[in-house]
Nanobody, 125 residues
């Protein structure tokens, strides 16, 4: 079993930055693809970004390209999401997730085996 705990969320003004962290425990995630998703009130959970086990491949939804950066430190069993130039529409609960196979389509929530509890990000205008 893998436990994922997100942190780093909060309230920020539009144009500001936040860095989310996802700390894993129970098992090393060094061989897993990791992803970030978000869910706003009344909306479906949506893909934000993903990173391959080595960090060599990254994937982003179009709305965050150029503003968000996903990275990982396998020695620390941690994945990060650096979010810059935040917009009010980025407001959501952000979840980190682990795909133990690393082979599923990264944008689909169903392709992940473990999920964190989420951290709230609120961007004020």
């Amino acid at each position: 079993q893998v436990q994922l705990v997100e942190s780093g969320g909060g309230l920020v003004q539009a144009g500001g930055s936040l860095r989310l962290s996802c700390k894993a425990s129970g098992r090393t995630i060094s061989g897993y693809r990791m992803g970030w998703f978000r869910q706003a009130p009344g909306k479906e959970r949506e893909f934000v970004a993903a990173i391959s086990w080595s960090g060599g491949n990254t994937y982003y939804t179009n709305s965050v390209k150029g503003r968000f950066t996903i990275s990982r430190d396998n020695a620390k069993n941690t994945v990060y999401l650096q979010m810059n130039s935040l917009k009010p529409e980025d407001t959501a609960v952000y979840y980190c997730a682990a795909d133990v196979t690393g082979a599923r389509l990264p944008i689909l929530p169903g392709g992940y085996d473990y999920w964190g509890q989420g951290t709230q990000v609120t961007v004020s205008s």
